[in-house]
């Protein structure tokens, strides 16, 4: 006889509710939207970032007391993304759901890109994704299974002049996603990344106030639909538009 998830009987409720997350680059943007619908659906929520002003201001909110506890960590730094993975299980008592969100943007050409960018794009987007996966899989597989879902971009399908070394790290977290979920689906740990278009955060120091640009709430949205889509599944890539970009 099949069990509940191995026939996608679950309810999309008992799907996230009670999960522990982490979630990288969480106290602003795509990250903290993130944080916020995992909470709203019942999970608890772990979230990373560099600036401790914004991670007191993300984990104090009134609504999600209780349920998000903030860590200082920079991703680049394997001992940091450890340390996080460990605070998620110390704090509530596992992990079940890692979302690679923390990200870094440098926009500009690589004859005036400082190494020291490029390293910090690398570093964040890509070794940073690695890093913490390697803390977190044990975890997962003690859990029985799991999700990891990378934030990458459509820029990493589609270069653009200025931007090589932030193409590059996508196009590489693409790559690396789809490596990892494929040795990773017999533990019952699904992979899948979203690669969203323009997202209205000021990220990388874009204009953050078209309308027509996506909002950090529909990330969160197919980081959630996500989640809730029955074990038998696994939509292993999300490309995300916006419905309306300026014609050309």
């Known amino acids: 006889m099949a069990t509940p998830s191995q026939s996608g009987g679950n309810k999309p409720e008992q799907m996230i509710a009670g999960k522990v997350a982490l979630v990288t680059g969480g106290s602003k943007g795509i990250g903290l939207a993130v944080a916020h619908a995992l909470t709203a659906a019942g999970a608890n929520v772990v979230i990373t970032g560099r600036n401790q002003a914004a991670l007191d201001a993300a984990g104090q909110s009134p609504v999600t007391a209780g349920k998000i ?9 394997p001992e940091d993304a ?28 690589v004859a005036d890109m400082t190494i020291a960018d490029w390293q ?16 977190a899989l044990p975890q997962l597989r003690s859990r029985g299974g799991g999700w990891i879902i990378n934030i990458s971009s459509l820029a990493g399908r589609n270069p653009f002049q200025g931007g090589a070394a932030y193409c590059a790290s996508k196009a590489g977290l693409n790559a690396f996603s789809e490596a990892l979920m494929q040795e990773v689906r017999y533990d019952d740990i699904r992979v899948s990344y979203i690669m969203p278009g323009s997202v209205a955060t000021g990220f990388g120091g874009s204009s953050s106030e078209a309308e027509w640009k996506l909002s950090p709430e529909d990330v969160a949205r197919a980081v959630v639909d996500l989640l809730e889509n029955p074990a038998r599944s696994l939509p292993s890539r999300i490309e995300l538009r916006p419905s309306r970009p300026p014609k050309k």
Do not use: M, W
Request: proline content about 2%; some cysteine; charged content about 15%.
């Open 120 to 135: 910090s794009v690398i570093g964040t987007n890509l070794s940073g994704v690695f890093y913490c996966c390697h803390a």
């Open 82 to 109: 450890a340390r996080a993975v460990d605070e998620a299980v110390k704090t509530f008592g596992g992990l079940d759901v890692l979302v690679n969100n923390a990200g870094v943007a440098v926009f500009t050409p």
């Open 69 to 77: 506890h903030a860590v200082r960590a920079d991703v680049q730094q």
